[in-house]
């Protein structure tokens, strides 16, 4: 069953894909496509990315003795030490039993998961995760073990069936959706996109030396 499961995941995921690739126009150019577009693939934009940096350019010339962002080599030990506060902490004050619910490494490695979605995704995950997690999770311990995990796969469903039906009902007819914040496609600081190697010049971008 798992291979049957593979192989026809694999077919639909290569068929969407090669559909989209062949029907849609400035596919993954945010630039030329429609404000409010959906089809932007901020995820591959990320691995993109750090295909460049690490296999073009090269750990040295971005985290080495050669590269602008040597220093951050140090959050490794930061990585390293930060437990250690907390567990002292946690045998300081045993009465406080929240103290032990700090789970750093969650905390450091999360935020590397947050650049292809936007500030509005993670409200949005921030609040229902919060809401069930301690709220729910607190007043109604029963409910939440025995659906908090059929809900979250509610939620994923849900996700991907309205995103089927907004495609075929607005979608396919060039209606990307209200005209606000949360659907702009940067990230509301111009700067972002700007080259911090010393002495490039692009656009209005700040030069630095």
């Known amino acids: 069953m798992k291979l049957v499961g593979t192989v026809l995941a694999s077919s639909v995921y290569f068929g969407a894909a090669w559909g989209l690739l062949t029907c849609m126009d400035n596919f993954c150019h945010p630039s030329k496509l ?36 040597a220093r951050m080599n140090y959050f490794f030990l930061v990585g390293i030490l930060a437990p250690v506060p907390v567990r002292i902490l946690s045998r300081i004050f045993p009465e406080k039993k929240w103290i032990m619910l700090i789970n750093m490494p969650i905390i450091i490695s999360g935020p590397p998961s947050v650049p292809p979605a936007t500030a509005v995704n993670n409200i949005c995950w921030l609040t229902i995760g919060v809401f069930f997690n301690i709220y729910v999770y607190r007043r109604c311990k029963s409910w939440w073990s025995r659906h908090n995990y059929i809900l979250s796969a509610g939620l994923d469903a849900g996700v991907a069936f309205m995103a089927i039906l907004c ?41 630095f030396h």
């Open 34 to 69: 429609l404000v409010g577009s959906p089809w932007t693939c901020p995820g591959d934009d990320v691995f993109y990315n750090a295909s460049i940096i690490w296999g073009v350019i090269g750990p040295l010339r971005m985290f080495g003795r050669l590269g602008v962002f």
């Open 167 to 207: 495609y075929y009902t607005l979608l396919i007819r060039d209606i990307n959706g209200m005209r606000w914040w949360g659907l702009d496609l940067d990230d509301h600081y111009p700067l972002a996109s700007c080259p911090t190697a010393p002495g490039i010049k692009v656009g209005d971008c700040p030069v």
